[in-house]
């Protein structure tokens, strides 16, 4: 095992909590209705994105899927490009075209994608491409273990596989596909599939940004060599906002009452106004649904917050960590402040 | 009469549908939440949820209903339909045939469809016409609740496989989740008649094929469908204080079509203009345009305000790019200029 | 491990024997131009289906690939109306309409397609309906072992481990997909993948029908009971005629100096009269294609064919056998003089 | 001028694309076979073998085209395309938008289309149509030696996704695999002048979204593509008997569809069929009359000699529901009795 420096610790560290606060900022201009459509937070897999991120090159590609802000952030795209393409403005990363769940960046490779499982072949190709370049570049590709299921990434695993290409495949494992808990949909154990196609597999707790760093580590040998195969990691995560911003189930879980009586949450409501059906069976089924939101939608708590983990491991670095966050803060804060100023400016046009 | 909104009719037509015939069930991902009465009355067994496995469960859907059951498969958004279509492609639409003529396939695909609410271009298609170019499938879309649940009884009657789209706009849970999230600042142009309505007191199905005049006029006939028919009405009542008095027709299904209806309404009007919120081109208003050349109706003007672009996210080029009034304002008013 | 009674055993070889001698008949009439398209042959696997359909119970489904003739004729459908729907007659079993890659039977619960993959999601449907209408039923899956790496076939495997659906998975691993050598394009080993994916699954000689019905029986219990599993096996074979009759690789390897000289077979006329490129290259290339060919197409034998190889070890029904041949060549022929017949005389009024 | 065959010649062009461009690689199934020549030049490096995977190979070739290579990606059969248009429908279509304009997708898709050779509906489709319909994508049939191997040099050139179809009666080598099987006792009606032809001395490109005259007319015009334009000018030499002058418009491109031409001689013609094996409804031969429709040319007769259903087995039913030249012949004579 190689011994982390604290030079890369504090980097994890600055990685983790850039992307935070910048969820952070996002979420108020979503609540704001700054940002339309779903917006889907990568709060909680924070550890993961930097522990992998932490081991790229210049060159190397990264496809996500509908989580895509922390990577895109801490791969360096320009955080004021980014917060005006979620406002959809003609400044943004995408000339606002995009929208947050469209990210696309040419310069750094990296591409994003609401459909569930394109992020495999899409690694696929770009490490085909730096195979077929003959450069020492890899592909990651992130995905949930709900993607799992789905067709075009399992074809993506053999495909890798079969083509010895250098992809890492990042499974960023919450055990929740929207408001499906994954294991009772998924059959048999996910490594073991993996390994199915003959790829090297291993398990590693996400919250720890220190354990997934290493577990890369261990991994880059294997993918940047002449002849590379590629690696899998699932990561365990969990993440405080439930499926998205405004999770219907969440917002019934922190203010019932207020949903229960709203025009909005048509969820809750038909749950609860619905007529007709055995009235028992009604209930038992209704408070299963509320069991489910109470067990499910967990909050980040120092065990599985990565940001906090880090912190609590890590208290010879307390000071270090607080001038880092106090940086980030101020460089965001400033950022949003100016994007905000020029869309109320361009708005009062 | 009793009023509902547009999902409730849906789920008030199914459960009463359920009711009546045990063979219907429902599969697809989430729906333990999505159709949470339903599973709460008709239990796990009819209510079946699944993982993320869109052309295994809907592959499944398509040999369910030959084995005699009736199936309702939710592909949550019909954007997602590109990792399934095979199923639709190669096999519901075809086994009919294949099996000369002995082997129907009585399917229901539920899903979603449209924009207007900031979601992008891979979550608010329609896609409609793309569907209805493979011969062998039915695709209908309903513009208001009580179209919404007795068309929903057309498709699980039907012994032939049907896409029932329903728009994200109309069904407020979808909206709910995918657009507002539970925000009050945020708000779309949702049109009201279509996503609240009178709906019959006992639900019955609707002839299959058949249009619907929602508004009749002399002067121009707008052909639509879905939430873009509330465009047209809206348009056409700001257009008869221009003195031009627009007729507006209602497909409802996509296929089959009802010439007839378009026949009629365009031989008297002369004028036609397509709203449709599926792509442009290739589709269904090339499909309407060929009718009428087809029976030498030469409408004086033709037009098209369809979505002729992958739907960007923001907002406002979003509602430029989909159909929208002042589109069909301007389009209106250059044919009777 | 039960033991197999006489009487299973003659059945086994009938069912067989009445497969291939059709097919035998089918080959004629293609090789005469009666037969339109492709025709994808089941000889060499005759004991995989064979040994599979001895197990079932009428109200089983069975979903197959490209390769449907044998299990639809071991499974009791009309010979005469098969024979008439290969010749795209109206009175053939889909009426002409839907000719050998696309054969179904209402009554028996049998499909086929020609789209790789897709009697995975196929049988599913069945076995969820099956399920549905508590009924002990369950329903068969044939598919080759190069349509383990399609995206529908993957996810069927998921969907029926976790919704523990009655299905009977049953790969027919000759090894080749058309001209690919499966092992090079897959990743890991096929069973292990399976298992990855929850679902019990053993490998079994695929030339043995012995084994194979063995194999079966031990899987039934776990398929007919109330809550029942799938099950997936993977049972080894020869192809005798390539990929389907006329084969171009065959062709080539059967009568080298004939297709060389064709202006038929462009693929290998094409191979040899390129112009461009180096020429010790290009040799080179022709004659690795040579060797696949030699190599591959391998003839069945003693060891590999199904049904000589059950006359070779049973040797005490040598009578038995010989009778059986006997019975089922005079009812074949009959039929397909009769269909012949029938034929002509259309086609000359 | 040198003559080569429709298959020779579009991999002659090919060579000599990747001779000049290191870019450029295949990837697909059993193309060590099908490309066998182009391997034994280039090398199992630039003919990449995959698995029976296309929507991971597909996907992945839009991501490696996005990375700067230009990749060719087979898909055996169009009919395939069933199981991974997801790659096209949300992402090689879209990417160039969602990037605001920055990041192209040099994608070509090679694959082969439609029937004749009694292969049945799962393997005799065209779907250009149905393809065009997504916006962002182009789509180009070629129909004789020459045009397939300058237009896959503009396939290639594009900064845009190409679907490139090529017939399987005017290639060779897949009629052989799918048709004949080395047998000498079938036949199928290739069109010989589709099968066969001059070539040009080098490989150079076409304008894309160019349409060709192949014979000019006053009376009707026969807008097609691919096999079926050899059936409109076998029909247009009958019908010169009968002293009716035909135009036959090979429209090579469904997308970008060449309008001009169309108009063009529509407007002189008067006079229009669409020839198209594609699909009828809400397809190309629809999208032609709207284009007609919106310019206010109002063609005196419009009509449509397409696939309406799925393609029958039977021989001789399939030679009636693809296009043929009894059915133009019918329908023109029709317009001008
Ligand atoms: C093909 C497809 N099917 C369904 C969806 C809807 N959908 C969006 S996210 C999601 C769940 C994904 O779960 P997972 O991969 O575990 O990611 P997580 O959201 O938990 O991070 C689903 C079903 C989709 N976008 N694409
Ligand atoms: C989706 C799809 N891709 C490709 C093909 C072309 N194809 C037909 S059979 C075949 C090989 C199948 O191999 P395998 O499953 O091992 O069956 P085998 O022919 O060896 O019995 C291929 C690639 C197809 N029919 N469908
Ligand atoms: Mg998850
Ligand atoms: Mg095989």
Not at chain 2, 28 to 52: M, P, Y
Not at chain 2, 117 to 145: K, R
């Amino acid at each position: 095992m190689t011994l982390m420096r604290e030079k890369t610790i504090l980097e994890l560290y600055e990685a983790m909590y850039t992307s935070r606060y910048l969820e952070k900022i996002v979420t108020q201009l979503w609540e704001k209705g700054n940002i339309y459509g779903e917006m889907h937070l990568g709060i909680g897999e924070e550890a993961i994105i930097a522990g992998v991120l932490s081991h790229l090159i210049p060159g190397d590609a990264i496809s996500t899927d509908h989580r895509s802000t922390p990577p895109f952030v801490m791969r360096g795209v320009d955080i004021e490009s980014l917060l005006l393409e979620f406002l959809g403005h003609p400044k943004g990363l995408c000339s606002g075209l995009g929208g947050h769940m469209h990210l696309f960046c040419k310069e750094l490779l990296l591409t994003s994608s609401g459909i569930v499982g394109s992020s495999g072949p899409s690694a696929v190709g770009f490490a085909l491409a730096t195979k077929y370049q003959k450069t020492k570049n890899i592909a990651v590709a992130f995905f949930g273990e709900g993607s799992m299921n789905q067709g075009m990434l399992l074809e993506s695993l053999n495909l890798a596989s079969s083509l010895n290409l250098p992809v890492l495949f990042i499974c960023k494992d919450n055990n929740w596909a929207i408001t499906t808990r994954s294991n009772e949909v998924t059959g048999g154990v996910l490594l073991d599939r993996v390994r199915g196609f003959g790829i090297e597999a291993r398990e590693v707790d996400g919250s720890d940004c220190m354990a997934v760093w290493q577990a890369v580590e261990t991994a880059i040998p294997r993918l940047r060599k002449r002849n590379p195969a590629p690696y899998f990691i699932q990561a365990s995560c969990t993440h405080n906002e439930g499926h998205f911003l405004g999770d219907p189930l969440l917002r019934f879980h922190r203010s019932p009452k207020k949903e229960l009586g709203a025009v909005t949450g048509p969820l809750t409501k038909s749950v609860l106004h619905y007529k007709g059906g055995r009235l028992d069976k009604r209930i038992s089924s209704v408070s299963n649904v509320l069991a489910l939101i109470a067990k499910a939608r967990a909050q980040l708590s120092f065990s599985n917050d990565p940001i906090r983990r880090l912190e609590k491991t890590q208290t010879h670095l307390k000071d270090q960590f607080a001038q880092i966050k106090l940086k980030v803060e101020k460089k965001i804060n400033s950022i949003s402040e100016r994007v905000l100023n020029l869309v109320q400016e361009e708005a009062s046009l | 009469m009793r009023k509902m909104e547009f999902a409730e009719a849906i789920e008030s037509a199914l459960k009463h549908a359920m009711t009546n015939d045990p063979d219907i069930f429902l599969m697809g991902e989430d729906v333990h939440t999505l159709r949470i009465n339903l599973l709460a009355q008709f239990g796990k067994e009819r209510v079946i949820s699944t993982s993320i496995s869109e052309s295994a469960f809907l592959g499944a859907g398509v040999t369910a209903a030959m084995a005699g059951l009736r199936p309702i498969i939710e592909i949550m958004l019909i954007d997602f339909i590109g990792v399934a279509i095979d199923a639709l492609l190669n096999h519901a639409s075809k086994i009919l045939t294949f099996s000369g003529g002995k082997w129907n396939v009585p399917l229901v695909v539920r899903t979603s469809c449209g924009g207007g609410y900031g979601d992008g271009g891979q979550h608010e298609q329609s896609l409609w016409g793309w569907l209805a170019h493979i011969p062998g499938l039915h695709v209908v879309v309903p513009s208001n609740p009580s179209d919404a649940g007795q068309l929903l009884l057309s498709a699980i009657e039907s012994d032939h496989p049907v896409i029932y789209l329903e728009h994200k706009l109309l069904a407020d849970y979808w909206l709910d989740y995918m657009g507002t999230g539970g925000r009050e600042n945020v708000s779309f142009d949702v049109p009201e008649k279509g996503a609240i309505g009178e709906v019959p007191e006992k639900w019955e199905s609707l002839p299959i094929g058949k249009a619907n005049i929602l508004r009749e006029g002399d002067d121009i006939t707008l052909i639509s469908l879905g939430v873009s028919v509330h465009r047209c009405l809206e348009a056409a009542n700001i257009l008869s204080e221009d003195e031009i008095s627009v007729e507006v027709l209602d497909l409802r299904w996509v296929s089959p079509l009802d010439k007839e209806a378009i026949i009629t309404s365009v031989s008297k009007t002369k004028r036609v203009i397509v709203v449709d919120e599926d792509y442009m081109r290739f589709g269904l208003s090339g499909e309407i345009a060929a009718i009428l050349a087809e029976e030498n109706i030469s409408p004086i003007q033709f037009g098209r305000v369809c979505t002729e672009h992958t739907i960007p996210f923001n907002r406002h080029l979003e509602d430029n790019v989909l159909p929208n009034v002042n589109r069909i304002l301007a389009l209106a008013r250059k044919f009777k200029s």
